[in-house]
């Protein structure tokens, strides 16, 4: 390997290692935490869930104002530098929660982390775009951190089950290791990186500087797609625990289809690097949409003991989240290269908007659709099951099918060539 191309790469391991406790930390505040303070601290859910929901709202609605602010006090690493021990405080009490921990403990550490959480990766995203200095290069940052965030998942979604016998130990161990891993990887990640192209940001106020990020149309364009096509990955992710237990029948097999499913996104990243250097990444980012419909109508046709079948469909479907989740950002960074003033931290505070927003509106879409439908949980009623398989596999397909529409036809926006 050349000389520069082992420096590329060693730039594109460090900035992308931060991608790997970022998502680490996500994981279990949504999944682990609520049950955490229902069961240990005895909150009633009605309570936690109120407390998840107001926590949610603000932090996704602050998110544009963190970036336009991001844009203009302190570097992309300090930020990221002032975030993480919010972060690590946070995540740390969190999932060890000391004795008689009430709902204002909760409400308070969440406002923490998720301030932190969004500092830290709202900026990360800018700093990876102002890194690169070609589409190329651009591409390989995203594709790191996506696929060392990846990495993160994994390791959050094993460790409460692996470093104890009950959950609440597992889970307060599981945040020991996170500030550790946190604190490791800054170190490797921040001192010494160079700080990327950073133009001067305009001086205006932020509803201003938020309104004109969306007035640009390649960035609308480009963010309307990634909404469309987010909530179709959503809608899946909403109801796949319920469509293993009660279609597949193998809920067991759970985890094991969930690790097939990340490992086969994060192998593929490479793939849709190499396929973007030769095709251009919009259409990429097509190609990546269209082996997703293909597989969510197989996806129909699965029924009760289809091990393989199904195992297969999550690794292709996996296969496909590589697209989704390193092509979009790549694009976005290109935009942001061709500007002359400093909006990555907006255009990076909105994605993390709309990106939240998409898990909110699918979970919303998915889950009273389902209802609706006549399926509860553990039926086994026909006219249920195919309800299920109707929104776990067809519904995805027709949002897929709609954002490869609006991406095949504003790609030339997205991509500069109109404006």
């Given at each position: 390997m050349p000389a520069g191309e082992r420096q590329v790469a060693f730039l594109g391991l460090r900035y992308g290692l931060l991608g790997l406790p970022l998502a680490f930390a996500a994981l279990p505040i949504y999944v682990h935490v609520p049950k955490l303070y229902a069961d240990q601290a005895g909150l009633s859910l009605a309570l936690v869930g109120a407390i998840l929901l107001l926590t949610r709202i603000v932090d996704a609605?602050?998110?544009?104002?963190?970036?336009?602010?991001?844009d203009r006090f302190l570097s992309r690493r300090r930020l990221i530098a002032l975030a993480l021990p919010l972060l690590a405080l946070g995540v740390g009490g969190l999932l060890a929660p000391p004795p008689g921990a009430g709902g204002l403990w909760l409400?308070?550490?969440?406002?923490?982390v998720t301030f932190g959480y969004s500092v830290a990766t709202i900026n990360?995203?800018?700093?990876?775009?102002?890194?690169?200095?070609?589409?190329?290069?651009?591409?390989?940052?995203?594709?790191?951190?996506?696929?060392?965030?990846?990495?993160?998942v994994l390791f959050a979604a094993a460790l409460p089950g692996v470093l104890a016998a009950t959950m609440e130990a597992g889970l307060a161990r599981t945040g020991v290791?996170?500030?550790?891993?946190?604190?490791?990887?800054?170190?490797?990640?921040?001192?010494?990186?160079?700080?990327?192209?950073?133009?001067?940001?305009?001086?205006?106020?932020?509803?201003?500087?938020?309104?004109?990020?969306?007035a640009d149309r390649p960035f609308a364009a480009l963010l309307g797609v990634?909404?469309?096509?987010g909530i179709a990955a959503a809608v899946p992710a909403s109801t796949v625990l319920f469509f293993v237990a009660d279609v597949v029948r193998r809920e067991d097999l759970s985890g094991l289809f969930l690790a097939i499913y990340f490992l086969a996104g994060a192998a593929g990243l490479p793939v849709w690097v190499r396929l973007a250097r030769r095709v251009g990444k919009a259409r990429a980012w097509l190609s990546g949409m269209g082996l997703a419909v293909a597989v969510f109508a197989w996806a129909a046709f699965i029924g009760p003991g289809d091990i393989l079948a199904f195992g297969a469909l999550c690794a292709l479907s996996g296969l496909a989240l590589g697209a989704d989740l390193a092509l979009p950002p790549a694009l976005l960074a290109d935009q942001l290269a061709r500007r002359e003033e400093a909006r990555a931290g907006a255009c990076f505070g909105w994605w993390a908007f709309v990106t939240k927003a998409n898990l909110a509106l699918a979970a919303g879409l998915a889950l009273p659709l389902l209802g609706f439908l006549g399926y509860a949980p553990g039926s086994r009623d026909a006219d249920a099951m195919a309800a299920l398989?109707?929104?776990?596999?067809?519904?995805?397909?027709?949002?897929?099918?709609?954002?490869?529409?609006?991406?095949?036809?504003?790609?030339?926006?997205?991509?500069?060539?109109?404006q």
């Open positions: 609605v602050s998110d544009p104002l963190i970036g336009w602010a991001s409400a308070s550490l969440l406002v923490v990360h995203g800018a700093w990876g775009a102002e890194l690169g200095d070609s589409s190329d290069m651009r591409t390989r940052l995203v594709a790191s951190r996506e696929g060392f965030g990846l990495v993160g290791v996170f500030v550790t891993i946190l604190g490791l990887v800054a170190l490797v990640s921040l001192p010494g990186m160079p700080a990327g192209r950073r133009p001067a940001a305009r001086h205006e106020n932020p509803w201003a500087a938020l309104r004109g990020v969306l990634f909404a469309l096509n398989s109707a929104v776990y596999a067809v519904v995805p397909l027709v949002l897929k099918l709609m954002a490869a529409a609006a991406l095949w036809r504003w790609r030339r926006i997205m991509e500069g060539e109109l």
